[in-house]
């Protein structure tokens, strides 16, 4: 497996990193947010006006693994 991903999709502090791994794909969603002294971190716990945007990360996510299975056969 690369220490890259395969893929980042990004929608507002929202971001859903896809990952290959041997022909399959896993999938990692995060939020960021800053902390107090102004460093950015990520966070897999998400507020309730998170929810979208994390649904749609999710559907775009979808798509693009299904592209790229499609186009290997």
């Not at 896993?26 to 979208?52: E, M, P, Q």
Request: charged share 20%; proline share 1%; aromatic share 10%.
């Amino acid at each position: 497996m690369s220490n890259l991903p395969a893929h980042k999709i990004k929608l507002g502090l929202t971001t859903a990193t896809i990952w290959k791994n041997d022909g399959s794909y896993s999938v990692d969603i995060t939020r960021a947010y800053k902390t107090a002294d102004g460093a950015w971190k990520n966070t897999s716990g998400f507020f309730h006006s998170d929810l979208l945007n994390i649904a749609k990360c999710a559907e775009r996510a979808e798509i693009w693994i299904s592209r790229q299975l499609s186009a290997q056969h």
